[in-house]
């Protein structure tokens, strides 16, 4: 296992949709504990294999006790809506309110290669789909009225030239 440096907004990794696994084998095993460990180190709670420059559709999460991992996830129910607020290890010092499904049934294989459905609601439920979107090439910021999502990219760009990302945010995924 090993811990990878979290790629920032404007990498272009992060905007290309993964590849679908096509056999859970000891690499891909090996990417799931890899994002496990590099996701325990940035303190976050989700985490996606474009994060750490791998595309491929490969997520991992932790938020109180529950901890999983999901290979071809993909969102295969909805239920209601909510809005909180949300932020990314990819973006980092940014959080705005994004609404999201409250509850979601999702689909794919998990660590062993075995297919499995996995029913979350609230925050996992957001996480799920934080990180699915992510193996979309898709960010949070995409989520946001234009208005707010001009203000998200000016503060990203400022960051950029002051060369130092922004300070933690209070949910990372
Ligand atoms: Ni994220």
Not at 9 to 26: I, M, T, W
Request: aromatic content about 4%; some cysteine; glycine content about 10%.
């Amino acid at each position: 296992m090993a811990v990878f440096p979290v790629r920032l907004f404007g990498d272009p990794v992060l905007r290309v949709k993964g590849a679908a696994v096509e056999e859970v084998n000891d690499g891909v095993r090996k990417l799931v504990d890899d994002l496990f460990e590099t996701m325990a180190h940035a303190a976050g709670i989700g985490l996606a294999a474009p994060q750490i420059g791998v595309s491929k559709r490969v997520i991992v999460w932790q938020y109180e006790g529950e901890r999983g991992a999901l290979i071809n996830g993909e969102v295969v129910e909805r239920d209601g809506q909510v809005e909180d607020d949300e932020a990314c290890l990819s973006l980092p010092g940014l959080t705005y309110p994004v609404a999201r499904s409250r509850k979601v049934r999702v689909a794919g294989l998990d660590r062993d290669g075995k297919p499995v459905e996995i029913e979350a609601e609230d925050m996992v439920a957001r996480i799920l789909q934080h990180e699915i979107d992510h193996t979309d090439g898709i960010l949070f910021i995409d989520h946001l009225e234009p208005d707010l999502q001009r203000e998200a990219k000016r503060v990203l760009r400022e960051q950029a030239l002051a060369g130092a990302p922004g300070g933690p945010s209070t949910q990372r995924l």
